[in-house]
């Protein structure tokens, strides 16, 4: 089975934009992931990341 390619364009939004631009790009990434991996996968993705997110925190 041969692959497909895919080509992804990405528009940057001005400045004052980037927050809104990045909430969505890491809402939609989420979408993907869960609707692609296992859910073991989620958890231990999530788990991982909530650790990250604690020790840069402190």
Not at 3 to 11: G, M, P, S, Y
Not at 28 to 33: M, N, R, S, Y
Request: aromatic residues 6%.
């Amino acid at each position: 089975m041969a692959k497909k390619k895919i080509t992804v364009i990405c528009n940057y939004p001005t400045p004052e934009n980037m927050d809104k631009f990045q909430d969505i790009m890491c809402n939609e990434l989420a979408k993907g992931i869960i609707a692609s991996k296992p859910v073991e996968y989620v958890e231990a993705l999530k788990a991982a990341l909530k650790k990250d997110l604690e020790k840069s925190l402190n």
